[in-house]
């Protein structure tokens, strides 16, 4: 199957379930809580962004405001930053793996912009699982970081297609 019919499949916006995650085989709480919320936004023309941050009341401080200087001390600004993650950049499929549109590795990157420093100029392997159930398209994306030990399964709904 051609990569561009894939990407066509896979565009749209995904709006974030869950995020389980597991670090040397036990399981972890997730970074953003009990009411995580998050963007996964896929485009015909190949770029893609993710935001992701916790919704619960105690991971976002009140006086939040912007520009920064408005309001928020540093350790509120702390918290907010530990519990939110963005990026985002071209991304294109990996054709050295099995590749179906239900199944296959997508690559985030080099990444162009991220509220994490280190991650920009690099590149973030997501294996995805695409399934269709009752009108409704769900995408699953693995995250293995094997030099930590880690794993994350992030569940995603589409809400838009692309």
């Known amino acids: ?27 972890v709480p997730d970074p953003w809580g009990e009411q995580p919320a998050g963007l996964l936004t896929y485009t015909r023309y190949g ?17 939040i405001q912007w520009p920064p200087s408005n309001g928020g001390s540093i350790d509120d600004w702390a918290l907010i930053g530990k519990s939110s993650l963005s990026y985002a950049g071209p991304f294109s499929l ?45 995408l699953s994306i693995a995250v293995i970081t094997t030099q930590v030990g880690a794993k994350s399964e992030i569940w995603w709904k589409r809400i838009a297609k692309g």
């Open 1 to 27: 199957m051609k990569t561009q019919v894939i990407i066509n499949f896979l565009a749209g916006t995904y709006s974030l379930l869950n995020n389980t995650q597991w670090r040397n085989g036990t399981m």
């Open 47 to 63: 770029y893609m962004s993710a935001v992701m941050n916790s919704m619960e009341p105690e991971m976002r401080p009140p006086g």
């Open 94 to 138: 990996n054709t050295s793996v099995p590749l179906t549109k239900f199944s296959g590795q997508v690559l985030h990157g080099p990444v162009t912009t991220s509220s994490i420093p280190r991650l920009v100029g690099g590149i973030q392997r997501r294996n995805f699982t695409v399934i269709e159930q009752d009108g409704e398209v769900y």
